[in-house]
């Protein structure tokens, strides 16, 4: 048994992300997989623990910590090292913007819960629920990559030379619009950021491939 344990679905974006942090932070965690497509989210066993009835939750000493932004920062503050936010004000305040044109613009409506409403109450096929999805992680990435690829705080990640907020939320992104065929040719700086990442070994390791759910 580990102090912490990570109840997530192999191919959640908002999960790797916290798979990420974990790694980074060199923090063993039980990993606990739950199927969304079996609907495994919503058992009574995981609204005791998550309400929402949603992936991530990490169950840590002092009781589950569900939302993969909160749980990223409570990480950072309570094991500082590598630090997931530079130093100041303003490059913490960049750092956050950045993570959340991921977090809270992209995710929200293209997440599983999404998609499904979409098929389940308007006869949404796969084919348009990808074009949906791609709609979404287009704008999305436009903003990114306009961000950084002009402003000089970008360097071989989203801020600086070593992974922050931004990165792991960056890299879950990415590899989540491979699976909607999100045409990645528009975005050179965010594709370079990305390689970036995947050679990190603790993001490469976080990556749904590597899960014991995957499928």
């Known amino acids: 048994m580990t102090?912490?344990?990570?109840?997530?679905?192999?191919?959640?974006?908002?999960?790797?992300?916290?798979?990420?942090?974990?790694?980074?932070?060199?923090?063993?965690?039980?990993?606990?997989?739950?199927?969304?497509?079996?609907?495994?989210?919503?058992?009574?066993?995981?609204?005791?623990?998550?309400p929402s009835g949603l992936v991530p939750t990490l169950v840590t000493p002092d009781g589950p910590l569900p939302q993969s932004m909160a749980i990223l920062e409570w990480l950072d503050e309570a094991?500082?090292?590598?630090?997931?936010?530079?130093?100041?004000?303003?490059?913490?305040?960049?750092?956050?913007s950045l993570a959340h044109i991921v977090a809270l613009d992209i995710h929200p409506v293209n997440n599983l819960r999404i998609l499904k409403h979409l098929e389940d109450s308007?006869?949404?096929?796969?084919?348009?629920?990808?074009?949906?999805?791609?709609?979404?992680?287009?704008?999305?990435?436009?903003a990114l990559e306009t961000r950084l690829s002009a402003e000089p705080e970008t360097g071989d990640f989203c801020h600086g030379d070593t992974v922050t907020l931004a990165d792991l939320?960056?890299?879950?992104?990415?590899?989540?619009?491979?699976?909607?065929?999100?045409?990645?040719?528009a975005y050179p700086t965010i594709s370079r950021?990305?390689?970036?990442c995947m050679a990190v070994p603790a993001l490469e390791q976080a990556a749904p491939a590597h899960q014991p759910d995957a499928v």
């Open 3 to 50: 102090d912490f344990a990570l109840h997530n679905y192999f191919r959640s974006s908002t999960s790797v992300r916290v798979r990420a942090a974990l790694n980074l932070k060199g923090l063993s965690y039980d990993y606990i997989p739950l199927s969304l497509l079996k609907g495994e989210q919503a058992s009574a066993e995981h609204l005791a623990l998550n």
């Open 79 to 96: 094991y500082p090292e590598p630090p997931l936010m530079p130093q100041g004000a303003w490059a913490r305040a960049r750092v956050r």
């Open 122 to 142: 308007f006869g949404v096929d796969a084919a348009g629920k990808a074009a949906w999805f791609r709609r979404w992680a287009d704008a999305g990435m436009l």
């Open 169 to 185: 939320c960056l890299f879950a992104q990415v590899l989540n619009n491979a699976r909607f065929e999100v045409d990645m040719s």
């Open 193 to 196: 950021i990305h390689a970036n």
